[in-house]
């Protein structure tokens, strides 16, 4: 479970995220609270770029 949860930050870490939604850092995060970032990052890159 922490393997999966390194990869998932490396990955978001990787796309230039460095903070939840909420301001906590990655590494305070849980593996579901992870994935629920991963799947938000769309919306945030949409919001970007507009």
Sequence with gaps: MELRRQ?????????????ALDGRLLNELTVSELE?????IPEVMEVKNV
Excluded: S
Aim: proline share 0%; no cysteine.
């Design 36 to 40: 629920r970032e991963r799947v938000r």
């Design 7 to 19: 990869v998932i930050i490396k990955d978001l870490e990787q796309k230039g995220f460095f903070l």
